[in-house]
């Protein structure tokens, strides 16, 4: 069926939409407040260990700064069949309470263990606890809100409404900059490792409250009432949405497609799995991640200071917003494939070109704008692109009877990719043959190798899914 020319309820879409997008704002700032808080946990956990190695030391700084992503895979991996059991609205309520919970654990860590400050380094092990119980809350919402946000949208307006999860993700990231570096103008640093970075965990539970709250007032989706066998709801939800004329042959479109197979994952194939799972790997070793949580000390082995690495970060974050607004407006003129290649390009020129600044020239002595330009022109590249249309194809390409399952598996990936990119960052940017050979831009060339591989793969095995409706797809995977 192709989308109609009737009207559409578009505020209250927009509306259910907004609603579901807040669990990517919890995503992106969940994720990005350990930028804020990693020299301190840094500084109170592994610093104090003098008889640990440079190498063993970064180590644990990039695994005390990436356990949340291994809770993510564990989130993103549970999150596909308990929306398929319980509903997308279940599954956003529980991950709104974890990430509320998890929060203000992480921030107090010693919470009925010790008084606060008490344990020393042995807090880091009730510390990683939460922090993972925070990973499994972004995990499920990084799945369950943008497969709520496809399957309430009309395929023609899809990429754009989907493409929202992604504003929601890059607002998020952009204000917890902003409110991080609000945080660190509030004392000296010594106050910053003492209680400023638990002020910076703890300041999640608020949009957590709020994303709870919306989703209360949210109905599930029309195709997972169908899927459990509620028609009645499913054609009143519709009914709401759509154009009278639309809702009977939508109803039957979705019943077709979920009695066509069995559910198995691979009913229709490996094709559309493997190609879901690597868009998600190479969305991740591009780097987008390890600029995120490491956007400080970046802009610190500049010789910035930190207020001014702090500013330089926040602007960052704002540009980051600004192009994926513009890549919400593009998603369903361009088309999917070409801004993805387009994003690779961009993305590979800029991180080979910043390597090569960190190579041959001594930051200390550069101009700091040079290279936050390059940094912008690099973000600009993933937020038109890798940003949001990965997680717009993620939530469309997957046909309606294995979509649980294969998001789960996709996502999961892709938190494991995220891991391993935070994990090796510090590892390369702190290793001491590298800063000699590179002087901190080897990582830079590794991430722009993995954009010209990026752009290679979407140009050879990535279908075009732009407006076409869910059912639809199904026949591009069917060939």
């Given amino acids: 069926m192709t989308a109609s020319s ?97 929060s203000l654990l992480s921030a107090f860590p010693e919470t009925l263990l010790a008084p606060v400050g008490q344990m020393g380094t042995e807090a880091i092990w009730p510390f990683l606890i939460y922090r993972t119980f925070g990973g499994i809350a972004i995990g499920m919402a990084s799945l369950i809100s943008p497969m709520y946000i496809a399957e309430i949208a009309p395929a023609k307006q899809r990429g754009l409404f989907v493409s929202l999860e992604q504003i929601a993700i890059v607002t998020g990231i952009t204000l917890v900059y902003f409110v991080n570096m609000q945080i660190s103008r509030m004392g000296d640093e010594s106050w910053l490792h003492d209680l400023g970075w638990r002020y910076m965990l703890a300041s999640c539970a608020i949009p957590a409250g709020i994303f709870f709250v919306a989703a209360l007032l949210m109905p599930d989706t029309p195709r997972w009432y169908m899927l459990k066998g509620k028609e009645d709801k499913a054609r009143e939800i519709l009914s709401k949405a759509n154009p009278a004329d639309e809702v009977e042959a939508t109803l039957t479109e979705i019943r077709g497609s979920l009695v066509q197979h069995s559910g198995k994952l691979l009913s229709f194939g490996l094709g559309v799995l493997t190609v879901g799972i690597l868009l998600s790997v190479f969305q991740q070793v591009v780097g987008i991640n390890a600029v995120l ?187």
């Avoid at 990039?62 to 059991?85: D, E, N, Y």
């Avoid at 390597?355 to 200390?364: E, F, K, M, V």
């Avoid at 892709?414 to 080897?442: E, K, R, Y």
Wanted: net charge neutral.
């Fill in 6 to 102: 009737g009207k559409i309820n578009t505020g209250l879409v927009l509306g259910l939409a907004v609603g579901a997008s807040l669990g990517g704002l919890l995503f992106g700032y969940d994720t990005a407040v350990i930028s804020g808080a990693e020299q301190s946990i840094k500084f109170n956990f592994v610093v104090p260990h003098t008889d640990w190695s440079v190498d063993f030391k970064n180590t644990v700084h990039g695994f005390a700064v990436g356990i949340a992503l291994l809770g993510c895979v564990i989130g993103s991996a549970i999150a596909g069949p308990l929306a398929t059991a319980l509903g997308r609205r279940a599954g956003m309520l529980i991950a709104a309470s974890l990430f509320f919970v998890s």
């Fill in 293 to 479: 949580y490491y956007a400080p000390t970046m802009f610190e082995n500049l010789g910035l200071g930190k207020d001014a690495a702090m500013l330089n970060t926040v602007i960052m974050g704002i540009a980051m917003v600004v192009f994926t607004v513009i890549a919400l407006f593009t998603v369903d003129h361009w088309g999917r494939k070409p801004l993805l290649i387009l994003g690779s390009a961009v993305m590979a020129a800029s991180l080979i070109f910043l390597g090569i600044l960190y190579q041959t020239q001594n930051p200390a002595e550069q101009p700091g704008i040079i290279y936050l330009i390059v940094a912008i022109t690099y973000i600009a590249g993933f937020s038109l692109s890798w940003g949001p249309i990965v997680w717009v194809m993620l939530a469309e390409m997957f046909p309606n009877s294995i979509k649980g399952k294969a998001m789960s598996v996709a996502v999961a990936a892709q938190w494991i990719a995220n891991f391993i990119v935070s994990q090796t960052f510090p590892m390369m940017d702190g290793n001491p043959q590298l800063i000699a050979a590179f002087n901190h831009g080897f990582s830079f060339y590794v991430y722009g190798a993995c954009s010209i591989l990026s752009g290679l793969f979407v140009w050879k095995f990535v279908p075009e899914t732009k407006g076409r409706t869910l059912e639809a797809i199904e026949h591009l995977w069917k060939k």
